[in-house]
């Protein structure tokens, strides 16, 4: 059974830092590529970082760029989100996800419909 749980959110002011938990099971982290998606309330589902199975390259939304890190622990078996210099606008659920495919093929590495098990979320607030 597949099941991806995520952790970690909480309240933090704005240019703070929170480290998110992407913690899986029934499969390993270090045969799949895996997607951090947010949602805001009333705004659409938004991709944020993934982190390729291959060769572990990682691809950022331009909002995220400089101030977000993925990574992964194969013994874990759990993917982070390293949040730096946070912002209000930054404020949403966060979500993880699995995809089999190997995005140094695909067109857009934070497409969801590519992206086919989703954890429950984990609420980030940044608010002073």
């Known amino acids: 059974q597949v099941q991806l749980v995520e952790s970690g959110g909480g309240l933090v002011q704005p240019g703070g830092s929170l480290r998110l938990s992407c913690r899986a099971s029934?499969?390993?982290?270090?045969?799949?590529?895996i997607g951090w998606f947010r949602q805001a309330p009333g705004k659409e589902r938004e991709g944020v970082s993934s982190?390729?199975?291959?060769?572990?390259?990682?691809y950022y939304a331009d909002s995220v760029k400089g101030r977000f890190t993925i990574s992964r622990d194969n013994a874990k078996n759990t993917v982070y989100l390293q949040m730096n210099s946070l912002k209000p606008e930054d404020a949403a659920i966060y979500y993880c996800?699995?995809?089999?495919?190997?995005?140094?093929?695909?067109?857009?590495?934070?497409?969801?419909?590519?992206?086919?098990?989703w954890g429950q979320g984990t609420q980030v607030t940044v608010s002073s």
């Open positions: 029934g499969f390993r982290v270090d045969y799949y590529a």
């Open positions: 982190i390729d199975s291959g060769d572990d390259r990682t």
């Open positions: 996800a699995k995809t089999d495919h190997e995005l140094r093929f695909v067109d857009y590495a934070l497409d969801q419909n590519l992206y086919d098990n």
